[in-house]
């Protein structure tokens, strides 16, 4: 029986399960670009481009491999749509593809398959260490899920940082009290660059092609540096390895002006696009751990991300969805300040993290988290639009590991459910991990009135607003004790202070 091989946009391996065995003189491959999936959400330019620019590289490697190749271009149909009419038109009666990382996808691919009554294969994705049997495995009977103890699970299971005996190398499990310092008062000093690569000639073409076609989107194509083949990928990871993963852990949460990238690896659209696979980059991290002799607080504080965070999110999205996309635990209504499409705010430390992203189409995890995400939670605005931001504006946005990053660990939407804490800070935050706040307009440490700080004003307001809920949490009753030492009627100053704020966010 002739089969249709689906490849994603977001699935471009060379050694992809769904390849194996493919029949050349029977099956054939389809690819598909949807227009509809570059406008759904408004999405930066850069993000637009790698997505076309690596399919088409992958698409010329299948060819030069001999594969049989449908490769439909700016299609203005859904990929669903693409593929009825293929499996129709080529009379095929075996759908195969690799698990689509976004739920709806994989729902609306399963149902077309019952639709035509056609046979569905779907092979689970290589590019993760747990697959959603073992997750859920996990989950039963947890009364709290929680990234520590999955992680350490997943740490035992592949035997990563652990002796014989299943302990933790270096006899602690983490390392985040030696990492996530803040930058020198003077400064970050000199930072190796990140492996960047000049746009060939089928990238220009697509560069040219969104400056056309996309030209009302958000963000910049001036800086689009970011690898789109395979090789190039493991060029950026043999250099993230070679000069930037020593001081990882270290500065892994600090900020500062005219710095996009830190000493951060840049990987995850490779991690994503499935350029790269998770397996090689820790690998790679451990042979350098042992040959440069390097910290374990780095190595354990970078691989906590690809073998913890990034397992577990994607874990929890396949548990939660369609729930997660709806969950608004605070029942926040406000809609989105328009500046966040454009950088145009006062506050210094947004124009960085929202600047960079709109030129690069990247900001590190703190700035997502802690910036843009902690203004967006204190901010009360409606999840579904700060999902659907980050969702358009990073390079590496894909839903699986956008949303619950987004509503699940910024907006805390989904409650404690995967989170034991909303994760909100005040200006101190801050100004202790940037150098942002010496150049802003606001002051840090003002809660009220002339000059305040709209996150610390929000910060407290906040707390005053939940008192009660972080009050019950041994991990937040702390916060609440500092509410202790504001008096009533600065308390009450703070309120009124926020309120405006809240009713005008646009002018912030
Ligand atoms: P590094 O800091 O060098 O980390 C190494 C790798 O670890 C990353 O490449 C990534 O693959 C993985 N990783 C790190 N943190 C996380 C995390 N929290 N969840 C999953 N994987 C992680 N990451 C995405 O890949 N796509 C997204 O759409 C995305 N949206 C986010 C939205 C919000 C609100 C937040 C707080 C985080 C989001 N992240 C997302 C996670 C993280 O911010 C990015 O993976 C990271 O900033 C990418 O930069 P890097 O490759 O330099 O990462
Ligand atoms: Fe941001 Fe407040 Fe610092 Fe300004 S003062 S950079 S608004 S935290």
């Known amino acids: 029986m002739k ?83 293929k499996i129709i038109s080529g009379k095929f ?39 959603h049997e073992e997750f859920k495995g996990w989950v039963a009977n947890k009364k709290e899920l929680r990234l520590e103890y999955f992680y ?152 906590r991300q690809i073998l913890g965070w990034r397992e577990f999110v994607r874990g929890m999205y396949y548990l939660d969805m369609p729930q997660m996309a709806l969950d608004n635990f605070y029942d926040h209504q406000n809609a989105l300040p328009a500046w966040y499409w454009t950088g145009e705010t006062k506050m210094k430390c947004m124009q960085e993290a929202i600047g960079q992203t709109l030129q690069y189409g990247y900001a590190h995890h703190i700035q997502r988290l802690m910036v843009t995400g902690n203004f967006a939670l204190l901010a009360e605005v409606l999840p579904k639009e700060v999902c659907d931001w980050y969702l358009a504006i990073y390079v590496d946005a894909i839903e699986w590991v956008e949303l619950p990053n987004t509503a699940g660990m910024a907006l805390f939407a989904s409650g404690g459910r995967f989170t034991s804490k909303p994760y909100i800070a005040s200006g101190a935050y801050i100004k202790r991990m940037s150098n942002y706040c010496g150049s802003c307009q606001y002051k840090p440490d003002i809660r009220f009135g002339e000059g305040a700080c709209p996150m610390t004003t929000l910060y407290w307001n906040f707390l005053i607003k939940h008192r009660t809920q972080f009050e019950a949490s041994p991990r937040t009753r702390l916060m609440t004790a500092n509410l202790s030492r504001i008096s009533e009627a600065d308390q009450q100053a703070i309120q009124t202070h926020a309120k405006g704020l809240l009713g005008d966010l646009n002018s912030l």
Request: aromatic content about 10%; overall charge negative.
């Open 93 to 131: 009666a075996h759908l195969v593809c690799v698990e689509p990382g976004e739920w709806r996808l994989k729902q609306s691919i399963e149902a077309l398959a019952l639709e035509l009554n056609i046979t569905l294969e779907v092979l689970q994705d290589q590019h993760f260490y747990c697959n």
């Open 3 to 85: 089969k249709l091989i689906l490849i994603l946009g977001d699935q471009l391996d060379v050694d992809s399960v769904a390849l194996r065995g493919i029949n050349p003189k029977t099956d054939e491959v389809l690819m598909v670009e949807s227009v509809n999936e570059a406008k759904h959400v408004w999405s930066h330019k850069a993000r637009i481009a790698l997505f076309l620019s690596a399919m088409r590289h992958f698409a010329e490697y299948l060819k030069s491999q001999g594969f049989s190749l449908t490769y439909i271009e700016r299609s203005p149909f859904t990929i669903v749509e693409e593929l009825r009419s």
């Open 152 to 303: 350490r699970l997943m740490r035992k299971t592949h035997g990563i940082l652990v002796d014989q005996d299943g302990n933790p190398e270096g006899g602690q499990w983490n390392f985040d009290r030696d990492n996530r310092k803040p930058f020198p008062k003077k400064g970050p000093g000199l930072i190796p660059p990140p492996e960047l690569f000049e746009p060939d000639l089928l990238t220009k073409a697509v560069l040219a092609e969104v400056q056309e076609h996309y030209s009302d989107h958000p963000g910049s194509l001036e800086h689009f540096q970011w690898p789109v083949t395979r090789q190039q990928a493991l060029l950026a990871l043999e250099g993230f390895i070679e000069y930037r993963l020593a001081t990882f852990g270290i500065y892994e949460d600090a900020m500062w002006t005219d710095t996009p990238f830190g000493w951060h690896s840049l990987l995850s659209s490779s991690l994503n696009l499935k350029l790269l696979n998770p397996r090689e980059v820790i690998d790679a991290v451990l042979v350098a751990w042992k040959k440069h002799d390097l910290e374990l607080a780095t190595v354990e504080g970078f691989i």
